[in-house]
């Protein structure tokens, strides 16, 4: 509880940032015009998505090493705090999008390819704000913190990292068999 009340408004700001995120993005499709949105679920081709299998592994690894230098650098923080935003964003968007096929297709697909994902993402991105709030002081208050915060703070970033990337690999391996799961819904 008193890590939860030490950072407390980090995690006050990354929710209603990600909720305003969110729920603009479910906004933004139920604005388009219906011509619109028929192209957008048209290309969208969710029959031939969960043909295949996901592989996001690459992705994840270039995100989570941006996300690191992002936050030690202290200044191309901003791209961290945009991403709080922007990823909910997608996943309203997604989610609206999908919902046109079945409520629950949507749910179960969001929640398993963009909402666990985005959840590790946050994780990270909290560690990476901490990290650079860390080092702001440390250079304007001339807090000289031990570096044991810091190695902290780094192996939590790595073991939320490693886990975020072991449930890609797991995602990677059955992928076929929730994609299956997800056509019977449809």
Known sequence: MKKLNKYKYIYLFIV?????GFISGYLY????????KTEIINKININEELKGTVNNLPKRIK???LYLVCGVTVL??????????YGPFQLGF???????YNFKFSLLFCLVYHFIPLLFKIILIRLTLSIACKIIRRIVKRDNSSK???KLLLKKYLVV????LFYDFLILIFSSIINSYLMTII
């Open 148 to 150: 044991k915060q810091y």
């Open 76 to 85: 191309p923080v901003v791209v961290n705090v945009f991403d709080i935003y």
């Open 29 to 36: 499709f139920s604005v388009q015009k219906d011509e619109m």
């Open 161 to 164: 990292a490693l886990i975020s």
């Open 94 to 100: 997604i989610f609206r999008a999908l919902k046109t």
């Open 16 to 20: 209603v940032l990600a909720l305003i």
């Open 63 to 65: 995100e989570e090493g």
